[in-house]
């Protein structure tokens, strides 16, 4: 066994000397020498001390890993619209000065201004949101899971703890999320009825019974099936729990506030209105999918049930902060207007035309016309992402660069590690950024970003 070297750990620079040969970090001092002495310590249980400048090089490495690490704004060139690695939906520009004028003052959050005692959280946003959902009543919580969560926790009791819910259904959503794990996690004994492929009316029938709690449907994302495939439609699912009088809950997942068929041209996705008409108890979402609002989870549906999940002493483990209220307030007013073309960046992203994004596509080709990069405008196409509607595509326009000295792969590190950051995906030898996803405000700092690149080729 060999022991480290006692003369070479003397060799070992100071913090003090490290630091000062760094120079100027964008990082608060406590955290450069945190780091430092870090690396240090590692570098002392080490047999072999490397030299100066290695641990000079592996000190800045882990100081712009952890800087990069920060939550920044980046340009999403993917053509996902809805990237849960980059934020799902950006907010609209009510909503973004809604966070600043609530979060940056004092608000009424629980003041009723007229009797100047104790007010409801978020009287205005279940108010408006009920009118948007078609429900009698709605609430908000944190995420869709969330949701998932409270409503299992409320109808799933002791001597009813059963959900009864298909095997198709029984689907994992991106980030080793699972609706089973979450529903038993809640508290619930799964009652799978059907197969993978096919579940009857006759199915879910059969097991509905004294422990029932609720029947739960969840609307399939992320992928589809097709060929001998069978789902009883809602409204008979409806029925048939009704004669049993147990409770049908509809997990949407994204909720489409708008008839995407027609506003979109692409294929339907339900929306909760359809879903409450057809007679399900409650419906819960997500409001940072489609909807294109802030991270929090709908639930919309019976007020009798809404105000029991309200005053389940869950509820207030599970609620959404002033920050999110005032921005969905403005998402849900946005669609109310009949505006969320204009007002809710996802959706404009979905419904501009292809022309126009053909138009922005060439300025960006001539601007960076001195790039030293080969880039030329293609056709492509998009995708609504976030587990919602994952056969649709629509057309699009996507820039394709290409380098003469540079990888695909070097490129769009290269792109990434940019300032903005811009996400892009690889084809081939070719970096594909799509329009579509790129905010119509970032267009300069996207040419920017091209031209920087070029320069390092
Ligand atoms: C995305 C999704 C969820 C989780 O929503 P979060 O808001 O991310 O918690 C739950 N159910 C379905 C069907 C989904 O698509």
């Known amino acids: 066994m060999k022991f480290p070297d006692p003369s070479a750990k003397r060799a070992i620079p100071a913090v003090d000397a490290v630091l000062n040969e760094l120079g100027d970090i964008n990082l608060p001092r406590r955290v450069v020498v945190n780091v430092i002495r870090r690396e240090l310590a590692s570098i002392r249980r080490k047999q072999a001390v490397p030299g100066r400048e290695l641990i000079m090089d592996q000190v800045r490495q882990r100081l712009s890993r952890l ?9 999403n060139g993917t053509g996902t619209v809805i990237h849960t690695n980059l934020g799902r939906a950006p907010l609209g520009p009510e909503s973004v000065s809604a966070l ?13 201004l007229e009797s100047g005692k104790r007010g409801g959280r978020a009287v205005y946003l279940e108010h408006n949101l009920a009118v ?114 147990i409770p049908v809950v509809e997990d949407l997942g994204s909720g489409a506030l708008i008839h995407t068929d027609r506003a979109l041209g692409i294929e339907h996705e339900p929306m909760p209105s359809e879903s409450l ?61 009949g505006e969320e073309d204009t007002a809710v960046p ?18 960006i080709r001539e601007a960076a016309e001195k790039s030293t990069l080969d880039i030329s405008v293609r056709s492509g196409t998009t995708r609504v992402g976030g587990g919602t509607l994952p056969r649709a595509t629509m057309d699009s326009i996507v820039l394709e660069l290409r380098s003469a000295t540079r990888s695909a792969a070097e490129l769009s590190v290269q792109l990434r590690t940019g300032s903005p950051p811009v996400v892009a995906t690889i084809s081939g030898n070719r970096v594909r950024i799509d329009l579509r996803t790129v905010l119509p405000a970032e267009d300069e700092a996207l040419t920017a970003a091209i031209l920087a690149v070029g320069q390092m080729c």
């Open 67 to 75: 800087m990069q690490s920060r939550i920044q704004r980046v340009i």
């Open 100 to 112: 600043a004028e609530i979060g940056g003052r004092y608000s009424n959050l629980e003041l009723n």
């Open 132 to 245: 948007l959902c078609g429900s009698d009543s709605a609430t908000v919580v944190n995420n869709c899971a969330a949701a998932l969560v409270l409503i299992v926790k409320h109808y799933c009791t002791d001597d009813r703890p059963d959900v009864v819910i298909s095997r198709g259904e029984l689907i994992q959503i991106g980030g080793g999320f699972r609706i089973p794990e979450i529903l038993e996690a809640s508290g619930a004994r799964l009652r799978e009825v059907g197969t993978t492929n096919r579940t009857t009316v006759q199915d879910y029938v059969r097991a509905m019974g004294a422990s029932t709690g609720l029947v739960l449907r969840v609307h399939r994302s992320n992928f589809f099936m097709e060929g001998f495939v069978e789902a009883p439609p809602i409204r008979e699912l409806v029925t048939a729990a009704r004669k049993k009088r």
């Open 277 to 337: 008409q057809a007679g399900v108890d409650l419906v819960c979402f997500s409001g940072d999918k489609l909807m294109g609002g802030a991270q929090a989870g709908v639930i919309a549906g019976k007020g009798r049930v809404v105000s029991a999940l309200k005053k389940h002493p869950l509820y207030r483990a599970l609620r959404c902060d002033k920050l999110a209220l005032a921005s969905m307030q403005a998402c849900v007013d946005a669609y109310l207007a």
């Open 346 to 363: 996802v959706i404009s992203m979905l419904s501009v035309p292809v022309d126009a994004l053909q138009c922005r596509a060439d300025a």
